[in-house]
T-cell receptor, first 109, second 116 residues
Framework: AQRVTQPEKLLSVFKGAPVELKCNYSYSGSPELFWYVQYSRQRLQLLLRHISRESIKGFTADLNKGETSFHLKKPFAQEEDSAMYYCALGTTSGSRLTFGEGTQLTVNP | GAVVSQHPSRVICKSGTSVKIECRSLDFQATTMFWYRQFPKQSLMLMATSNEGSKATYEQGVEKDKFLINHASLTLSTLTVTSAHPEDSSFYIC????????????FGPGTRLTVL
């Protein structure tokens, strides 16, 4: 069975501080991991996916298969980063996504 | 690119009536669309996977006779909540996948359903 765990429902940091949103997954096959973001009153949108190995809006995430983690990091948080972040797990067969519970990030001035 | 729309954005209906929600991919063809339900301050729960031209695949615990899904074309999927009750009140979100074999999904803005 596929499972995604985001242990922090709420995360609050100050502007300019580093931020890390944790995500752990459980899946017996080869995973595809994603981070989606939902800003206030906006739709869910893709932030990044692990196979792209790219940095979007200063965020990066590295897939660690040994620790089954895909933590999202940004060295200097900005106020506009305040949003709900969802980690999602897909499969190589491309059938479905399993979402974590989400982490509400608040960046204080 | 990769824009998904939903209509209506919000709907209020009386208990016992049926409500249809449309999901459209505006600038691409989507062989697969997904329907999610989101309760306040909770994550998205997949309800069903909709493939163009075939029957939808429902997740465990989702009543297929209550939540009718039709995917008649490569750009349109509809979700009909039949005989709606107050407990069906929720935020319904659709997403579309551009290519088979990938998991990148593009999401609609959601539909807020309130059943009185």
């Amino acid at each position: 069975a596929q499972r995604v765990t985001q242990p922090e429902k709420l995360l609050s940091v100050f502007k300019g501080a580093p931020v890390e949103l944790k995500c752990n997954y459980s899946y017996s096959g080869s995973p595809e991991l994603f981070w989606y973001v939902q800003y206030s009153r906006q739709r869910l949108q893709l932030l990044l996916r692990h196979i792209s190995r790219e940095s979007i809006k200063g965020f990066t995430a590295d897939l660690n298969k040994g620790e089954t983690s895909f933590h999202l990091k940004k060295p200097f948080a900005q106020e506009e980063d305040s949003a709900m972040y969802y980690c999602a797990l897909g499969t190589t067969s491309g059938s479905r996504l399993t979402f974590g519970e989400g982490t509400q990030l608040t960046v204080n001035p | 690119g990769a824009v998904v729309s939903q209509h209506p954005s919000r709907v209020i209906c009386k208990s016992g009536t049926s409500v249809k929600i449309e999901c459209r991919s505006l600038d691409f063809q989507a062989t697969t669309m997904f329907w999610y339900r989101q309760f306040p301050k909770q994550s998205l729960m997949l309800m069903a996977t909709s493939n163009e031209g075939s029957k939808a695949t429902y997740e465990q615990g989702v009543e297929k006779d209550k939540f009718l899904i039709n995917h008649a074309s490569l750009t349109l999927s509809t979700l009909t909540v039949t005989s709606a009750h107050p407990e069906d009140s929720s935020f319904y979100i659709c997403s579309a996948r551009i290519l088979a074999g990938t998991d990148t999904q593009y999401f609609g803005p959601g539909t807020r359903l309130t059943v009185l």
